[in-house]
């Protein structure tokens, strides 16, 4: 699979640098239509994020919340489809959302997301076999959401929302078959090579037209070639868009999104999330607080 000259031999069509599951999703889609690919990974395919997820494959009903209906409508249509074509991989799994007295997630909200959620995923088991469909999302009252998960803080419980998404079994199984579905349509990837600089085309310098990468097997610096550059370096977005963004003063580093695991009241670690387009001296704030509570000295 990792062939060095054929990397440097001719421009490919799309260049994908990072290996995670976006890079290879991108490679295997944009090799099945038809163009040539190239992918590059710094380390090994799906070592990063993608390695370390909670393995849910979701419907997007947490875009409901935001009334981001196109893009919980791509979510139902994108987890029916790897259901359709991995059903292996992936499993229904319940999830529960306790619910407490409270304006903004009371009982009436979720009803009344779930009513929204049923109208847009109606299509959600479309061509799936019966181990495979989704029941829709519905509220439980505070005796059966009891009864179901015995481990939910009961003080002012007054029910749960219940909703169904997948979980992955082997989900570095699932990642790596798009690395050889790509493969088996002509892309070619190749696993420890860093990009280390993006190329720019000599006649118009905003225009990037490849990158600079170094082999971290061998040592050896390629230049890889290609009409569109797609950067899916995921955390590591900025680096390589940081010789073009001091040129041409283009958007700053941003994150869209920070998980951390801190201790739960239980002692249980617990995974927490914070969503904003870019990180906030609020969020780092926050962040700074919480690992320094958690993390060992
Ligand atoms: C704690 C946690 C839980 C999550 N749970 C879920 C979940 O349950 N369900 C869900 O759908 N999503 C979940 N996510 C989000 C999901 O993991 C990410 O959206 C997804 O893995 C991002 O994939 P990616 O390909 O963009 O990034 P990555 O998987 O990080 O891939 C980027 C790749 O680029 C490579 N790279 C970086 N720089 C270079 C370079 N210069 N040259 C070459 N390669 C480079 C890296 O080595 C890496 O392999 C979770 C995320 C976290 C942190």
């Known amino acids: 699979m990792r062939d060095l000259n054929r990397l440097t031999g001719s421009t490919f069509d799309v260049l994908v640098v990072g290996g995670g599951i976006y890079g290879l999703t991108i490679a295997y889609d944009a090799a099945q239509r038809g163009l040539s690919v190239a992918l590059v990974e710094r380390d090994d395919f799906g070592s990063g994020a993608s390695f370390n997820h909670l393995r849910t494959i979701h419907g997007g009903l947490r875009y409901l919340q935001r009334l ?14 790897l259901a359709r074509i991995a059903p292996h991989s992936v499993r229904p799994l319940p999830f529960a959302l306790p619910l407490y007295r ?3 997630r009371g009982k009436s909200v979720m009803r009344a997301g ?16 019966a181990s495979h469909r989704l029941p829709a999302g519905r509220v439980v009252g ?6 179901r998960f015995p481990g939910l803080k009961r003080h002012g419980l007054t029910g749960a929302a219940v909703f169904y998404d997948y979980v992955t ?20 990837l190749a696993n420890h090579l860093d990009a280390i600089a ?5 006649a118009d310098k905003r225009r990037v037209a490849g990158i600079r990468a170094r082999d971290m097997v ?48 239980n002692g249980q670690s617990s995974v927490r999330g914070s969503r904003t387009g870019r990180s906030t001296p609020a969020t780092l704030q926050m962040i700074r607080a919480i690992s320094s509570r958690s993390l060992p000295n």
Do not use: W
């Open 68 to 81: 981001d209906l196109a893009r919980a409508r791509q979510s139902i249509r994108e987890r029916r489809t």
């Open 102 to 104: 409270s304006v903004v």
């Open 114 to 129: 779930f009513l929204l959620d049923r109208v847009i995923a109606a299509g959600r088991n479309r061509g799936l076999a």
């Open 142 to 147: 505070r005796g059966t959401a009891v009864q």
């Open 169 to 188: 079994i082997e989900s570095d199984r699932l990642t790596f078959s798009y690395a050889l579905a790509a493969a088996e349509h002509g892309a070619a």
């Open 198 to 202: 993006p190329l720019t085309d000599p």
């Open 218 to 265: 061998g040592g050896r610096e390629l230049e890889i070639k290609a009409t569109v550059t797609v950067n899916a370096t995921g955390s590591a977005i900025d680096r390589l868009l940081e010789p073009l963004a001091r040129k041409h003063s283009a958007a700053g580093p941003r994150s869209d999104g920070t998980c951390f695991s801190c201790p739960g009241a």
